[in-house]
């Protein structure tokens, strides 16, 4: 059985007519490499059939629908990811707490609930 992908988005969307995006800088601080391997801990421990990746598409929402299962944007992408239809069910939205004490608690629980749905349909 294949694993179902979780996608840590850390950049905003490119815009046309915006310069290079500082998302990283401001919110970020660089630390996405450790939240996606604190993730991918919890989800090896509580063995899900799950993997978490770090967005490598720089935010580009139709390449991430082509990939992912389900988004979590780092704090401070709420209103700077374009999400272009995407089922806004499966996107979080970090607090600035969650991502820097790499909280995964309410990203565990969300996959916990979406294995559930799935095995029921």
Known sequence: MTAKIVTFVFKSSPLLGRGAPFTGVLFSWFKED????SLNERINILGLNWVAEVDDTESDIYQLEKKTDFIVCAPGLKYQFFINGFDKNRIIYLSTMEYHLNNT????KWISEYDVKDHLI
């Open 34 to 37: 450790s939240f996606v391997k």
């Open 105 to 108: 608690s309410r990203i565990i």
